[in-house]
């Protein structure tokens, strides 16, 4: 499986972006699909989740993107959304998409991904 993010740039504070994620190789429409972001000097972190089950979306954000951020996934095309709001300077970061079976291993368990995309880089000016 290969996942392919896209949608990084420079913004300014209080503008938008949107993230994007295709995964390839095979179909991942069972599995959580999300976003971490590592912020220079710092570890990477939990964004957000999303994950299908019976027809109906699961979602789980981290504290500091809650209500600025929206995760959506279209199952059809096998690509996770990240819709980013009201940027602040503090979302600047390297984001990374992800893939694992279950939304408590993207919230939880980040060693135990089973796998990750490579970085697009989102930089907030002030």
């Known amino acids: 499986v290969q996942l392919q993010a896209s949608g990084g740039g420079l913004v300014q504070a209080g503008g938008s972006l949107r993230l994007s994620c295709a995964a390839s190789?095979?179909?991942?429409?069972?599995?959580?699909m999300g976003w971490f972001r590592q912020a220079p000097g710092k570890e990477r972190a939990f964004v957000a989740a999303?994950?299908?089950?019976?027809?109906?979306?699961?979602?789980s954000y981290a504290d500091s993107v809650k209500g600025r951020f929206t995760i959506s996934r279209d199952n059809a095309k096998n690509t996770v959304y990240l819709q980013m709001n009201t940027l602040k300077p503090d979302d600047t970061a390297v984001y990374y998409c992800a893939a694992a079976p279950t939304l408590t291993t993207m919230t939880s368990r980040q060693r135990a991904i089973d796998y990750w995309g490579q970085g697009t880089k989102v930089t907030v000016s002030s």
């Open positions: 190789g095979r179909t991942l429409r069972s599995y959580a």
């Open positions: 999303i994950r299908m089950s019976s027809s109906t979306n699961y979602t």
